[in-house]
């Protein structure tokens, strides 16, 4: 009881910084030490803007046939020529840029938010919960993410959220397994077993002490997955069982360039291009993240 | 005077990092002679574990490196030696035994495999000699030769150390270092492999450089002592005149921060303060900012180590007699 | 320092494993008075820190009575054992992993007050953090750094200030010293003990450096293999052990004096496995003094000298009562 009166009476006080920001600009001085990754962000920095500004940069509509101007080559005015219909490829890959970015990080926020959910129950509970979850996740895992994609699609039938869904579900195991593994690793700290003698409640103890310690791996899964998310939309697309024309999604431009690659070869070509590039950059920016948010280089 | 086995003359290695390059260890000097243990104490990054590493040369490069200074080991300077001739000086002249016997062993071959494995690499002779040697090591650390085959997972703690001890010995070398060889081990078992130690620097004659922050352990083993301090030896002595009686303030207060068990203490008499960071050391004594004795010209001078007794080395100006007679 | 604040009887926490059941910790029964500190030593795996998770229902018991002010707590619901850890604190040994990588030292301490919203308003927490932080002596400039950033030494006085502000009653401390250089352990071993003076706290002291706990201690229990074997007043510890493994543990200490003559008892072997134990007495197959009947039949803890608890059957024919 004297302590409390002591509490009272005592006058000075310490403020709390938010410190967030501080820790963000650590990581992009090492982030910057590495060129590749620094070219990946830019790249990807890019591409956003891209498909925000797409209005702007475009200088056709997408899905305007012209048909005067069917298969031409790049020129002056078509950088990149045009499709069977006389669309500019050019713009059609700038407005594609939406639907990848929507696919990439869409699809991962549904595969990241279950994947969360189902990894850092299954570790942090183990035993029956365990046990279960990961069944249910090598079930899923036991087909080939694409063939998965391909049966939710054929269920569900073609559609922008519909292959987001297809595409984020299909990637749930692998987000599942590394959050089960990094809770494991991360649980098993003393300062879990602090915040559960302060009273802390289990969900508490995961969101606020576990999560924000797997944030690193996470965050690298995650960037690596938006690529993967790309790569697969574009397969479902290509097969046909993504999105419908005339939506110009890069997948489904290499899908109908393809009939004509002997002789027009720029129409699968530049679609094919931007998916590289853009996978390339995701990929090498994975990688410099991994290097910048790994604490044992901290030291 | 030439039976020093080791001699270590103005020894300093730096460590390059991302915040700047800090000397890990300092000016050190030091001499082991034959058939004589050193007590090397000091607390965490006091530079006793870069010592050693340099002394066998293995300061890992980069981030480490040995800037100037002579290791000088039965008269040679190993740090002139090429890759090939510090190869067969480690494990055969100079082993080195590790804190952690957990994982200083491979997990994957037999005990037995593994002390031959260092007798093969150093000695020429058949292979039926090397079993009858490795098994002949066994025994002498207090392990039945029956357990020859057994895989390190098949010890306890204890019994893994001495594994690692008959390593150490098998080819009969001139300096073992020891790292803090009894810290992972319960008292219990401490006490048996320091009675096991301390037999076997009898019967080998062996030097033994005994890495450890533990005052305790010295007593029991040592015949020098050198206490380390941010990277250099602040006192040297023989084990007598060190415990009896300590000089360097630091020294004193280490011995004062031990709660002793045969008197009963109030309060604990401490050293305030931390030790330095080594990246950012105090310009003058290292030890001044936590001196209750400090000062002006301990700010700016490193003091240089005087005799203040025979054979009993401080680095302190204190000790200073011109400084004596000021005051 | 008659008033017990905490009894625990015929403690139990045996844990599943693939070999069988291990006996961490197996029928422990002890007192602790108000305001004392009760030291509890042994080697590693001998169940001392299991014993300290175990009283606090931090790993739930297997069996056995926690009683607090005479109340016992193992059969406390959620909610109301949510309101006891507020007397209920811990300090850990590792002043690395236990404490949050993430959070800065605000957070840090304060996150006991967030997570026990009714104890303090929110403009308060910035008052009593800053409290905390004077009474454990961190400097108020380090608020807001994270933990890798400071030494050893601070980040154990985090980890104080955190089991502090909650202001508790009890406190278990598991090995708060062992991972700190000798001159920082000085300086956490003589806060302790202003602390508890100050705030009138009773401590647990889980370790096994037998020097550090009688210097903190009023009373030590010396466990082995899950079992206590000798407890007693600190003194009597050290100039009367009674129990054969009371008398090699101290004599396996080393003592920093030179010219110290002692007999040392060497114990052979090692702390056998605490998986399906046999019958008898934990300490037989290591025992110098070991008789038949050390074999079957386990020695119970009990009052052999005033205040002097051993479970030995060498004193069996000693009886206080």
């Known amino acids: 009881m004297e ?53 702007y940069i475009a200088p056709y509509d997408y899905s305007t046939n012209d048909l005067k101007n069917q298969y031409a080559m790049p020129s002056k005015e078509h950088i990149l020529g ?34 969360v959910i189902i990894g850092a ?44 869904i297809a595409v984020g579900l299909a990637s749930i195991p692998g987000y599942a397994k590394i959050i089960r593994s990094s809770v494991l690793s991360i649980k098993d700290n003393e300062f879990v077993e602090a915040a559960r003698a302060n009273g802390s409640s289990d969900f508490r103890i995961i969101v606020k002490h576990i999560i924000p310690n797997c944030l690193a791996p996470i965050i690298v899964q995650a960037t690596l997955g938006v690529a993967y998310a790309i790569i697969n939309a574009a397969g479902l697309s290509f097969i046909g069982l993504g999105l419908e024309p005339p939506t110009p999604e890069w997948g489904a431009m290499l899908s109908s360039g393809r009939g004509y690659i002997r002789d027009y070869p720029h129409m699968t070509m530049f679609p094919g291009l931007a998916i590289v590039i853009v996978i390339f950059a995701l990929n090498v920016l994975g990688d410099g993240l991994r290097d910048a948010l790994d604490p044992k280089l901290k030291q | 005077m030439n039976d020093n086995l080791l001699e270590i003359k103005n020894l300093s290695i730096e460590y ?97 495999k593994q002390i031959e494995e260092v007798i093969k690499l150093h000695q020429d002779i058949p292979k039926n000699e090397i079993t009858i040697r490795a098994e002949k090591m066994l025994e002498t650390v207090g392990i039945r030769k029956e357990r020859f085959n057994d895989f390190p997972h098949q010890f306890s703690g204890g019994m893994k150390q001495r594994v690692v001890i008959a390593m150490a010995l098998a080819c009969n070398p001139k300096l073992i270092i020891a790292d803090e060889p009894t810290t992972a081990l319960d008292v219990t078992i401490q006490a048996q492999v320091l009675e096991l130690m301390k037999e076997l620097k ?28 941010a990277g250099s030896a602040i006192e040297y002595a023989n084990i007598e005149r060190l415990f009896n009686n300590p000089l360097h303030p630091y020294t004193v207060g280490l011995f004062n921060s031990i709660p002793s068990l045969d008197e009963d203490v109030d309060k604990l008499t401490v050293i305030s303060g931390t030790p330095p960071d080594p990246s950012h050391l105090p ?10 004795h400090v000062m002006e010209k301990c700010k700016e001078n490193f003091p240089q180590a005087i005799e203040v007794e025979e054979g009993h080395f401080v680095s302190c100006f204190l000790y200073n007699k011109e400084t004596v007679k000021e005051e | 320092m008659s008033d017990v604040l905490m009894e625990v009887k015929n403690l139990k926490k045996y844990f599943n494993t693939k070999q069988g059941m291990l006996h961490a910790v197996d029928d422990v029964s002890f007192k602790i008075f108000k305001g004392e500190t009760l030291g509890l030593v042994g080697e590693s795996g001998c169940g001392k820190s299991t014993t300290g998770r175990a009283i606090l229902r931090l790993h739930e018991p297997t069996s056995g009575e926690v009683y607090f002010n005479s109340e016992n707590i193992l059969n406390y619901n959620k909610t109301q054992m949510k309101a006891m850890r507020k007397k209920l604190q811990i300090v850990f040994q590792d002043p690395y992993s ?95 003990d202003e602390l508890q003076n100050e705030l009138g706290l009773t401590y647990m002291f889980v370790a096994h450096n037998l020097s550090v706990v009688k210097h903190i201690s009023d009373r030590i229990a010396v466990m082995y293999l899950g079992k206590i074997v000798e407890l007693t007043d600190y003194k009597n510890i050290f100039a009367d052990p009674l129990h054969p493994y009371t008398q090699a543990l101290l004599s396996a200490i080393p003592i920093p004096k030179y010219g110290l003559e002692r007999k040392r008892i060497v114990l052979e072997g090692d702390v056998p496995s605490p998986i399906n134990p046999p019958p008898g007495c934990v300490f037989y197959g290591r025992c110098r003094e070991r008789m038949d009947i050390c074999k079957e039949v386990s020695p119970k803890l009990d009052v052999k000298k005033e205040n002097h608890f051993v479970a030995c059957h060498l004193y069996n024919g000693i009886d206080q009562n």
Do not use: W
């Not at chain 1, 365990?130 to 069944?135: G, N, Q, V, W």
């Not at chain 2, 390059?16 to 058939?35: C, H, M, P, Q, S």
């Not at chain 2, 480690?90 to 037995?112: A, C, E, H, Y």
């Not at chain 3, 409290?131 to 154990?156: A, C, I, T, W």
């Open chain 1, 82 to 115: 045009t499709d069977e219909f006389g669309r500019d490829i050019f713009s059609r890959i700038v407005y594609g840029s939406r639907i990848s970015l929507q696919v990439g990080f869409i699809s991962v926020g549904i595969a990241l938010t279950l994947g």
């Open chain 3, 98 to 192: 236990s404490l949050n990588p993430r959070l800065s030292v605000y957070d840090l301490i304060a996150d006991s007050l967030y997570v026990n919203k009714d104890v303090v308003s929110k403009n308060e927490i910035g008052e009593q953090i800053s409290y905390v932080m004077d009474l454990v002596g961190l400097e108020k400039r380090l608020v807001n750094s994270f933990p890798h950033e400071l030494d050893g030494g601070r980040r154990q006085r985090i980890g104080i200030a955190r089991a502090l502000i909650l202001n508790p009653e009890f406190i278990v401390l598991d090995e708060p010293v062992s991972a700190l250089d000798v001159s920082i352990q000085a300086q956490v071993l003589n806060l302790l």
């Open chain 1, 121 to 164: 129950s299954s570790g942090f509970y183990g035993g029956k919960v365990d046990m279960i979850l990961m069944r249910f996740i090598d079930i899923l895992q036991s087909l080939p993410d694409i063939l998965m994609a391909i049966a939710i699609m054929a269920a569900l039938g073609p559609g922008l959220s519909n292959l987001m």
């Open chain 1, 3 to 55: 302590k409390q009166k002591a509490i009272k009476t005592s006058s000075s006080s310490v403020e709390r910084k938010r410190l967030g920001f501080r820790k963000l600009k650590e990581i992009f001085h090492r982030l910057k030490k590495s060129t590749l990754a620094m070219i990946g962000l830019a790249i990807i920095v890019l591409l956003v803007l891209t498909a925000i500004f797409a209005d």
């Open chain 2, 283 to 292: 310009m003058g004594c290292r030890f001044h900012p936590r001196c209750p």
């Open chain 2, 16 to 112: 390059v990092t991302e915040d700047g390059r800090f000397k890990a260890v300092n000016d050190l000097n030091l001499k082991i002679r034959v058939g004589e243990t050193l007590g090397f104490v000091g607390e965490t990054g006091a530079g006793k574990t870069t010592t050693a590493l340099g002394i066998m040369r293995l300061v890992p490069n980069p981030p480490g490196r040995i800037v100037q200074g002579e290791i000088i080991f039965e008269g040679e300077n190993l740090l002139e030696k090429n890759i090939k001739e510090m190869t067969s000086t480690r494990g055969n002249k100079i082993s080195m035994i590790f804190q952690d016997p957990m994982t200083s062993l491979n997990p994957i071959m037999t005990v037995g």
């Open chain 2, 202 to 229: 009898e019967k080998f004659n062996t030097s033994i450089l005994l890495i450890t922050h533990d005052l305790g352990v010295v007593a029991e083993i040592c015949d020098y002592v050198a206490i380390m301090y």
